[in-house]
C-alpha cells in the first residue's frame, strides 16, 4: 500500500535548537511506522536564536526537505539594538528593565510586522507550494506556528486549492499569549491580528492545539480544535542511553535544577526566598544543597539571585545541547519549570514537563492557579504546581524532598507517563490525518 504524504510548513528544523523544533521532528520521525511519509517545508536561510546539532541525529535518513529564501529584517533589528536578539525567541525586557530602544523596537514588531517578523516569506512561499502541491500528490498540509505567519501561507493556500485538508498547529498561542498584551498595538494592529487568527481558525480543517485550556479556547473562538500535547521521545530519555559520570554536577548533593530558557516574566522569586531562608537556617540543607541551571539564564535574574546567599550554591552550566540538557535532567532530584503567572497563561504546558516526566524525578512548578500543568502533575504523581504567591507550601515541599533525599529514600514512582510519548502522540495524530 502506497505511503500517504503530509507536507509539513515549519520555521524550526534542525539545526534549529529550542523546543519549537522538537514537536514535529519528532512526528516526522515516528510517522512512516503509521503509513505517513512526511516532507519538510522550511526556509534555506532562517535567523535562528539557538543552534543545536544533536538533533540531526532525529532527521529521518531520506526524508524529503524542500527549501526556499526568506528574508527577515531581525538583522536590522540587532543592529539597532543588541537585546533584541531575545526577540527571535519571543523575550523581551520588562517593566523597569525595558530601555527606549527595546520599547521602540517592541512598537516596531507589534505593529509592522503583523502577524511577525517572518510575514516577509508568506508570498513566495504561497506561490512556490501552490505549484509544488499541485506538481505532486499530498493527502495533508500543516502549518506549525509561532511564527504564526505560517499559518498564513495555509490560509491563502487554502483559499486557492479549496480540497486542501489544512491542518494548523498551534505550538503556543496567537493573541492569547501573555506577551501579546507587551506588544503595544494601536487598535488597528490589535484587529488585524485577531481578524487573522479568526481566519485561520474558521478556515483550517483542524485547529491543532498543544494543552486543553489552549483547545477550549480555540473552540470558543471558531475553531474546530483538538489537543495533541508534546511529549517525550524515549530514545531520548532513557537513562541507561546517557552517560552521567562525566557531568560536572557533585552527585552527593541535594540538586534542584533549571533546564532551559529562564525569562523575566516568569521567574519564580519567592522559591529563591525560600531556598535562600533555607539555607539561612538550616545548616543540613546549607551544606547539602546545589542550585543548578543549563541554559540562557536573564542576566537580570542571575545577578538578583547572586546577592542572596544561594550566590555559593549555584552551579551555571550555561547553554547544553539536547542530549547534555536531558543527561543534566537525569542528575538533578527536584527539577523546576515556571510558567507566566497570569490566568491566560494556565493552558501553556511548557515541552520540557514532558522529558521532566521521562526522568522520573520530582518536580517543581510555578504558575497560576488551575493551570494544567498541575493537571498533568497530579495525574503522574510527579511533583506540585505553586502559584507565585505560595511560600510556607513550597519550603514545606522542598523540606520534604530534602529530607527523602537525606535518607535514601527520594524515589522514583511517577505512573501513567506513556501517554505522552511521542509514539503514542503521532498514533494519535494518525488517528485524526486518517
Known amino acids: 500500500m502506497e505511503q500517504k504524504k503530509i507536507l509539513i510548513i515549519t520555521y524550526y528544523w534542525p539545526p534549529a535548537g529550542g523546543p519549537g523544533v522538537q514537536r514535529w521532528l519528532k512526528f516526522a520521525k515516528y510517522l512512516p511506522e503509521f503509513g505517513w511519509k512526511p516532507v519538510i517545508y522550511t526556509p534555506e536561510n532562517p535567523s535562528y536564536p539557538l543552534l543545536d546539532e544533536s538533533l540531526m541525529k532525529d532527521v529521518p535518513k531520506d526524508i524529503e526537505i524542500v527549501k526556499t529564501k ?17 526577540f527571535k525567541a519571543g523575550q523581551f525586557d520588562v517593566g523597569k528593565n525595558q530601555s527606549w530602544k527595546s520599547k521602540l523596537s517592541i512598537w516596531v514588531r507589534g505593529n509592522f510586522f503583523i502577524p511577525d517578523a517572518r510575514v ?8 512556490f507550494l501552490e505549484h509544488y502541491l499541485k506538481e505532486n500528490k499530498i493527502d495533508v498540509v500543516v502549518t506549525s506556528g509561532p511564527p504564526h ?8 493556500l487554502k483559499k486557492k ?6 491542518i494548523a498547529d498551534f505550538r503556543d498561542p496567537w493573541t ?5 498584551k507587551h506588544l503595544k498595538l494601536t487598535k488597528s494592529s490589535d484587529k488585524k491580528h485577531r481578524q487573522l487568527e479568526s481566519e485561520v481558525f474558521r478556515n483550517a480543517d483542524i485547529t491543532l492545539a498543544t494543552s486543553y485550556t489552549d483547545a477550549e479556547n480555540f473552540r470558543k473562538n471558531g475553531a474546530n480544535a483538538v489537543c495533541i500535547t508534546n511529549g517525550f521521545d524515549e530514545t531520548d530519555s532513557n537513562s541507561k542511553t546517557f552517560n552521567s559520570s562525566n557531568s560536572p554536577t557533585l552527585k552527593q548533593n541535594f540538586t534542584l535544577s533549571y533546564i532551559g530558557v529562564l525569562e523575566q516574566l516568569r521567574n519564580p522569586e519567592n522559591l529563591w526566598n525560600v531556598l535562600d531562608n533555607l539555607i539561612k537556617t538550616n545548616s543540613d540543607f546549607e551544606e547539602n544543597f546545589t ?21 555559593n550554591h549555584i552551579l ?36 520540557k514537563i514532558f522529558e521532566y516526566l521521562a526522568t522520573g524525578k520530582q518536580i517543581i512548578s510555578f504558575g497560576p492557579n488551575d493551570a494544567d500543568v498541575s493537571k498533568i502533575l497530579d495525574e503522574t504523581k510527579a511533583g506540585k504546581h505553586f502559584s507565585y504567591q505560595d511560600s510556607e507550601s513550597i519550603k514545606k515541599f522542598v523540606l520534604e524532598k530534602f529530607e527523602l533525599w537525606k535518607n535514601g529514600n527520594l524515589l522514583e514512582n511517577t505512573q501513567n507517563i506513556e501517554q505522552f510519548s511521542r509514539k503514542n502522540l503521532t498514533k494519535k495524530l494518525v488517528e485524526i490525518l486518517d
Open 161 to 166: 486549492l479549496p480540497n486542501l485538508k489544512w
Open 70 to 86: 526568506i528574508w527577515e529584517p531581525y538583522q536590522l533589528a540587532e543592529k539597532l539594538n543588541k537585546s533584541n536578539k531575545k
Open 149 to 156: 505567519s505560517l499559518h498564513l501561507v495555509g490560509l491563502h
Open 176 to 180: 492569547e499569549i501573555s506577551y501579546y
Open 291 to 311: 542550585l543548578k541551571f543549563a541554559g540562557r539564564i536573564d542576566d537580570k535574574i542571575l545577578n538578583s539571585i547572586e546577592n542572596t546567599s544561594l550566590k
Open 120 to 127: 516577509f516569506w508568506v508570498k513566495p512561499s504561497v506561490k
Open 316 to 351: 551555571n552550566l550555561g547553554y547544553l545541547s539536547h542530549d547534555k540538557a536531558v543527561s543534566e535532567m537525569q542528575t538533578s532530584d527536584i527539577l523546576l519549570i515556571t510558567n507566566f503567572p497570569n490566568p491566560s497563561s494556565k493552558g501553556i504546558i511548557p515541552g
